[in-house]
């Protein structure tokens, strides 16, 4: 089983489950429990979205040779690397203001009359989490055997939907910061590996110069073919013979990701919220000075 594909389906997978949850507990508060088939449909059809995609990019994969593959396989490795590095960034930066905008987006929804806008709520959402899921697994897929990576992901997928499902129906409660943060220096490990491979890939293919072709060699230890080097290399990018040019590139991305995300943030102060009283003096000013403007929606109800 590939471990870090394990790894990855959980926390993304959960993060599709977690927002699910949001969507129906907000509905279940606001008595609109019944609304609940468009957010499966549009969840669903993200999930399909997501595993066709994968599906797609091991197909054309399989026609090249090289150096055509090589080239596919680093190109696709480094596109998996910069999205799971923004997705990472996103969420250090944005995971507190999720549950605000679900619920916002959802009362546009009703507030238009049209249940069906929570299938668009749910699909995107989760489909960004899927094709981010798919191009990583399918990088990852060309380090470690097909069918390792297949049965990793469904591990985590299985994972993270039976917590999802203890957090909504048992009332589980999840410590979200810490697993959050724990995961992410897992990511960016996972991040640092695949760039590795690109830079392999670029390498073997004449894209980058290696600098040094080979700063050790650790194979009589521990071949990267064995079992254990298997495992390290899907987990950590382990192998035996770096270039220079590898190493740079793995050590450089950890240390610039790890800068950004786990490195100090500037707090701005935000302004002072207006009370409501305030809102509705000045809106009732407005409707006094221009009788015919329409009406402006106060805390949601005209």
Do not use: C
Not at 244 to 253: A, E, H, K, R
Request: net charge neutral; no cysteine; charged share 10%.
């Amino acid at each position: 089983m590939n471990l870090a594909a394990a790894v990855l389906t959980f926390r993304e997978g959960l993060e599709a489950a977690l927002i699910i949850v949001i969507i129906f507990g907000y509905l279940k508060k606001v008595g609109r429990g019944d609304h609940w088939l468009p957010v499966w449909a549009g969840a669903l059809s993200a999930a399909g979205l997501a595993i066709l995609f994968s599906v797609t990019l091991q197909l054309i994969g399989a026609q090249f040779d090289y150096p055509a593959k090589g080239i596919y396989e680093g190109v696709t490795s480094l596109l998996a690397v910069g999205m799971l590095s923004y997705m990472i960034y996103w969420m250090s930066k944005q995971a507190r203001y999720i549950k605000g905008s679900l619920e916002q987006s959802i009362r546009e929804s009703f507030a238009k009359g049209a249940s069906w806008g929570l299938f668009t709520v749910a699909f995107v959402t989760v489909a960004r989490e899927g094709v981010e899921t798919a191009l990583f697994l399918s990088a990852s897929a060309f380090q470690s055997s097909g069918t390792a990576t297949v049965i990793g992901g469904i591990v985590g997928i299985a994972a993270s939907v039976l917590v999802g499902w203890a957090v909504y129906v048992v009332g589980v409660r999840l410590n979200m910061k810490a697993f959050f943060k724990f995961t992410s220096v897992l990511l960016l490990v996972f991040g640092a590996a695949i760039l590795r491979y690109a830079i392999h890939e670029f390498e073997e293919v004449n894209w980058l110069p290696p600098l040094v072709a080979q700063v050790w060699d650790t194979g009589q230890w521990l071949p990267a073919g064995s079992p254990l080097g298997s495992v390290l290399q899907a987990l950590i990018g382990y192998t035996s013979k770096p270039s220079l040019m590898q190493l740079i590139g793995y050590f450089s991305y950890l240390m610039i990701m790890g800068f950004l995300v786990f490195g100090p943030t500037r707090k701005v102060q935000a302004p002072a919220p207006v009370p409501v009283e305030a809102q509705v003096q000045s809106e009732l000013s407005t409707e006094k000075a221009n009788p015919h403007a329409a009406p402006v929606e106060v805390g949601g109800a005209r």
